[in-house]
């Protein structure tokens, strides 16, 4: 097991450099946008790792429905808080990538406002977890149903710009990329989300040492 954990620490480590050596290295400069468009490398992997991060609490929801198993309920909790943190990284790269390019930092087109929307769901998705008064197991109930019915909106998101006019939005349909960034991308894509599943990994362990602190100072406080 601690072989493992290293080789896999390793494998993060080494998908995060080739990544960056893809971005600032590989990649030639895109033509009509310049340095900015590297930008895309770290915007959409994240909005693709946000994605997933929200797929895990919707199945980790369902399973938790079903067995009510707390170690699911777990990964749906964790999953939430990341996939908000990645979101947060889309949220904050896509203006910064879009004043140069659109003139504007923000406009209420589809995809952007579809994003944001979706952000806000599992952010009061975390707030009931935070502030709920019911039980806990009540409320990780509640909290498994908001999972299940927040993750209605990500395909919306992905597929805004399809579902709606172009002249409604600044989003293109498709994007013609030189073979080079197609490469950058997928590679990103990828070191992003193994980051994803060292950060959930990282945070299960965390949740766990701490469960079993409580159940040993549980045992202190009541001895039979």
């Known amino acids: 097991m601690r072989s493992f954990s290293i080789l ?4 993060v480590f080494g998908t995060i450099l080739l990544a ?29 790792t946000a994605f997933l991060a929200y797929a895990f609490v919707f199945i980790a929801s369902i399973q938790y429905l079903r067995t009510k198993e707390v170690r699911w309920d777990m990964v ?11 979101s947060i990284i889309v949220l904050m790269t896509g203006p910064l990538w879009a004043k140069p390019i ?6 209420w087109e589809p995809r952007l406002t579809s994003m944001l929307i979706t ?17 806990q197991e009540g409320t990780s109930r509640i909290a498994a149903v908001m999972g299940i019915i927040a993750f209605i909106n990500v395909p919306f998101v992905y597929f805004s710009v399809q ?14 990329l030189e073979p080079q960034m197609v490469h950058a991308r997928y590679i990103c894509t990828v070191a992003v ?14 949740e766990k040492f701490a469960l079993r602190l409580e159940r040993l100072r549980t045992l202190i406080g009541n001895p039979s």
Request: charged share 15%; net charge positive; hydrophobic share 50%.
């Open 8 to 11: 896999f620490d390793a494998i």
């Open 20 to 48: 960056l050596y893809a971005v600032f290295m590989y990649v030639p400069g895109e033509r009509q946008m310049g340095a900015v468009q590297r930008i895309f490398y770290f915007h959409v992997p994240a909005a693709m």
């Open 76 to 86: 749906a909790r964790i999953s939430a808080e990341l996939g908000v943190l990645f």
């Open 102 to 107: 659109w003139g504007v930092y923000w406009r």
């Open 119 to 135: 952000f806000t769901m599992y952010v009061a998705y975390l707030m009931l977890r935070s502030y709920s008064t019911s039980s």
């Open 163 to 176: 579902l709606w006019a172009p002249e409604q939005q600044l989003h293109p349909r498709s994007v013609e």
């Open 193 to 206: 989300m193994i980051f994803f599943l060292y950060l959930l990994k990282r945070r299960l362990e965390q």
